[in-house]
């Protein structure tokens, strides 16, 4: 694997823009994944899904959720610290942050299986592991502002990004 040591830093705006596309593509599947998770278990607690549905759901996410992983580990963050301005000690805890949703989601998939009743605590586990997740994400990004209330953006973006993503994939899937 070609690492991003070997590219030079003077490289056009486009190259960079190629070399950070499996950031962006981890950011938007693990988004959309924190963001389903979240979805799914306000709907659960509202009672707005059939059982049918929550199983099919909880394996698209865990699909979703281990896409991320693939990606998070085939191209670490913290290799971006040439061309982004990115938290390193963040960006390392990321691929674990992510295989513990990996791992999560795998157990409620199981769950949801063979519970025909399983409760909304089964999925704070789930939710736990999301969250860090997503705080995860703001810390890596968060060095990219360069002041607080920036970082507060940053922060916001991140949080609101993933719950529309989240809420989208889940309505569609609804259809």
Partial sequence: MTTLDSVPITACHECIATLTLPLALFLLLAETTVGGVVTVAFLRLTGGLTHGFLKFISVTYAILAALAFLVVVAAPPGSYHRLLAVNQFAAGTLPYLQGLLVITMVIQVVMT??????????????????????????????????????AAAIGLTVALSSMVLGAATTGMLLG
């Avoid at 592991?129 to 360069?146: C, D, E, H, N, R």
Wanted: proline share 8%; net charge positive.
């Fill in 113 to 150: 299986w063979r519970r025909q009743d399983a409760a909304l605590r089964g999925w704070l586990p789930t939710l736990l592991a999301s969250v860090l997740l997503l705080a995860g994400i703001m810390a890596t990004l968060g060095p990219l502002a360069g002041s607080a209330p920036v």
